[in-house]
Nanobody, 116 residues
Framework: VQLQASGGGLVQTGGSLRLSCAPS????????MGWYRQAPGKQRVLVAT???????YYRDSVKGRFTASRDNAENTVNLQMNSLKPEDTAVYYC???????????WGWGTQVTVSS
């Protein structure tokens, strides 16, 4: 399974970006999908997840600004990022959890840069 992430880019503070993740298989084959990010010199952290029943998780620093969603018709999982801040600058990685495993599958990262 491969995960193709897209939608990163350069945006000013307060702007918006929408990340998309398209797996080579069906998004319905995963218990959950989500996004990690890694800022320069920092550890990789979990940003958001969305499960098959559409329950979501967000790290505190993005609550109210980021929204994860699934588009079953397009077979994508998306992360709408609003009110972006310079501290959101990072490489964002799409991940997916197959059934009966705690280790996610990792996709290639996409760079998000928020200028002040």
């Amino acid at each position: 399974v491969q995960l193709q992430a897209s939608g990163g880019g350069l945006v000013q503070t307060g702007g918006s970006l929408r990340l998309s993740c398209a797996p080579s298989g069906s998004i319905l084959s995963f218990n959950a999908m989500g996004w990690y990010r890694q800022a320069p010199g920092k550890q990789r952290v979990l940003v958001a997840t969305i499960s098959l029943n559409d329950s979501t998780y967000y790290r505190d620093s993005v609550k109210g600004r980021f929204t994860a969603s699934r588009d079953n018709a397009e077979n994508t999982v998306n992360l709408q990022m609003n009110s972006l801040k310079p501290e959101d600058t990072a490489v964002y990685y799409c991940v997916a959890w197959p059934p009966r495993t705690t280790d996610p599958i990792w996709g290639w990262g996409t760079q998000v840069t928020v200028s002040s």
